[in-house]
């Protein structure tokens, strides 16, 4: 596609559900990355993936946190049991490889838990 | 790891004033350094970058940053904003050996210009 799409735009959802966050990055891109955005705390790195495989999941705020990635394409992110603390901005990026200079953003999933 | 750190969270300016936004990061390797910008309900979007060889980089919309290796600073710049540069603004390094490959970003800078 043309650029880094993300779906939902926002989800609101019900403290102790789970949600599943969609990633599609730009073609042909290899690496993928995860951020979270708080207000007023800046980005938050989550984790990585190199191809379908995360070397890094160090990022990951708690074992509620999982992602994949499938045919070194789509990423999903999932938070099981979610938590008002997990109310915020999921970013997603990539680029065309780990070493390379630029990550393309896309617009983010506004996660909203009550 | 590295890390960065950007000194004004908030910053509020009239047009045709000048900006400076501070960014330093900590990383004793070589690095590359960039500022993002998000301007408001867009995506984050690449401002400029510098990798090696001039520490001035010059950006698009007239924005301009130096690297300050002895500083370790890659301060953020425009001689004259306009109402329209009103956004928040990011600043992120990588490491080219040795550290992370991943952009690692500050906390960010929100610039208000008042026409």
């Known amino acids: 596609g043309a650029g880094v799409s993300q779906s939902p735009s926002n989800k609101v959802t019900e403290k102790g559900k789970d949600v599943e966050l969609r990633c599609d990055p730009i073609s042909g891109h290899t690496a993928l990355y995860w951020y979270r955005q708080s207000l007023g705390q800046g980005l938050e790195f989550l984790i990585y993936?190199?191809?379908?495989?995360?070397?890094?999941k160090s990022g990951l705020p708690s074992d509620r946190f999982s992602a994949e990635r499938t045919g070194g394409s789509v990423s999903t992110l999932t938070i099981q049991r979610t938590q008002q603390e997990d109310s915020a901005v999921y970013l997603c990026a990539s680029s065309r490889s780990l070493m390379d200079t630029e990550a393309f953003f896309g617009q983010g999933t506004r996660l909203t838990v009550v | 790891a590295q890390s960065v750190s950007q000194h004004n969270h908030h910053v509020i300016l009239s047009e045709a004033a000048s900006l400076e936004l501070g960014c330093n990061y900590s990383y004793g390797g070589t690095v590359n350094l960039f500022w993002y910008v998000q301007y408001p309900g867009q995506h984050l979007q690449l401002l400029l970058k510098?990798?090696?060889?001039?520490?001035l980089v010059k950006g698009i919309k007239g924005f301009e940053a130096e690297f300050i290796k002895s500083k370790f600073s890659f301060n953020l710049r425009k001689p004259s904003v306009q109402w329209s540069d009103t956004a928040e603004y990011f600043c992120a390094v990588t490491a080219v050996s040795g550290g992370s490959y991943i952009p690692t970003f500050g906390r960010g800078t929100s610039l208000i210009v008042h026409p």
């Open positions: 510098y990798f090696s060889g001039d520490p």
């Open positions: 993936f190199q191809g379908n495989s995360a070397p890094d």
